[in-house]
């Protein structure tokens, strides 16, 4: 008989940063609400960093709101801070940090023409009819999130070959994970004009711990500063190369797997970024269906150890290519 983990109450995360005050920026100087652009008046890329896609995920907040701060002004290009779900981090409460990551849906599941182009509405999905004339001004964008669940940190590089040399070209985090995103809609570094091959444009997508810890805010301003180091918009830091010496790892997700049922148990509790040696080894029932590794040396990506039913429950990658050392 197979052992499954228990169904178990969501745990009691702890909240060790402290809920950044945006209220400053929020007039932004773009004409959208949450968004300010610092010019160079040089030619180069115009590059955007976002924060809040969802509205707990606090750590991005705080990276941007020390660059907005410090004024930090680009060398070449225009440097854009953004944002994202306002209305649900407004209610953001330490107590029930898990509470606000939305308020009406995902706003990192709306990314698809169709779906802003039509006729229905909701909070997040109106915030992304408001961002995305702004999105469309774009050349790179950096999406900053963060991970509920124990995980090594990565970069989401979507499909794209363009994305995934974007990812590696930033070096950190020092996992970069190609993927196609989730069967439940499409996320922003999925919108067609960062993941179609016939556009310049690129995006990718840090996760950079969980939610809550100091580490997480470190790892983003890692990959922040490698970003802005790659397209010229300012020098290299001392941490952000020595970040760099690591060597980067690639893996392309070859399974997403999406819980069917309602009864989605792993068989031990996994952490994002662990490696399964050999290929078939059992490692969840989706109610009578066995999810067995596709390939030896499977990495993990990102599972949940408490999938909804019709969500992502862990992407299942292989590992395709070394990256040099940086």
Not at 5 to 22: C, G, Q, S
Not at 73 to 92: D, Q, Y
Not at 298 to 316: F, N
Request: contains cysteine.
């Amino acid at each position: 008989m197979v052992s499954l983990l228990p169904p178990a109450p969501l745990p009691e995360f702890k909240v060790r940063l402290n809920t950044p005050d945006i209220s400053p920026w929020l007039r932004g100087n773009t004409g959208v609400t949450g968004f300010t652009t610092r010019d160079s008046g040089r030619p180069g890329p115009h590059v955007a960093l976002l924060s809040l896609m969802h509205g707990n995920e606090i750590a991005g907040a705080i990276v941007l709101d020390a660059l907005l701060r410090a004024d930090v002004m680009p060398a070449v290009g225009k440097l854009s801070l953004g944002f994202g779900n306002i209305t649900a981090f407004e209610r953001f409460d330490p107590q029930r940090p898990t509470a606000s990551r939305f308020l009406d849906e995902d706003m990192n599941r709306v990314w698809d023409e169709a779906i802003l182009d039509g006729p229905r509405h909701s909070i997040e999905l109106d915030r992304a009819r408001e961002i995305r004339a702004f999105i469309d001004t774009v050349d790179v964008v950096l999406d900053l999130h963060s991970m509920l669940w124990p995980s090594e940190p990565l970069m989401l590089s979507g499909g794209p070959a363009k994305g995934r040399d974007l990812a590696v070209a930033i070096g950190a985090p020092s996992l970069v994970v190609a993927d196609y995103g989730h069967v439940n809609g499409r996320r922003l570094i999925d919108y067609a004009r960062f993941s179609s091959p016939e556009t310049p444009f690129a995006a990718c997508l840090v996760e950079a711990g969980q939610h809550w810890e100091p580490t997480t805010v470190a790892t983003m301003r890692a990959s922040v500063a490698g970003l802005l180091a790659h397209l010229g918009l300012v020098p290299p830091t001392p941490s952000a190369a020595a970040v760099r010496k690591e060597p980067v790892r690639v893996a392309t997700v070859t399974t997403a797997v999406t819980a069917v049922t309602s009864n989605f148990a792993f068989v031990q509790t996994y952490r994002g970024g662990d490696i399964i040696p050999r290929r078939n080894t059992l490692i969840a029932m989706d109610g009578e269906t066995e999810i067995r590794t596709p390939h030896d040396n499977c990495l993990l990506v990102m599972p949940s150890l408490r999938p909804s039913r019709g969500h992502t429950a862990v992407r299942l990658a292989r590992f395709d290519a070394v990256g040099p050392l940086r």
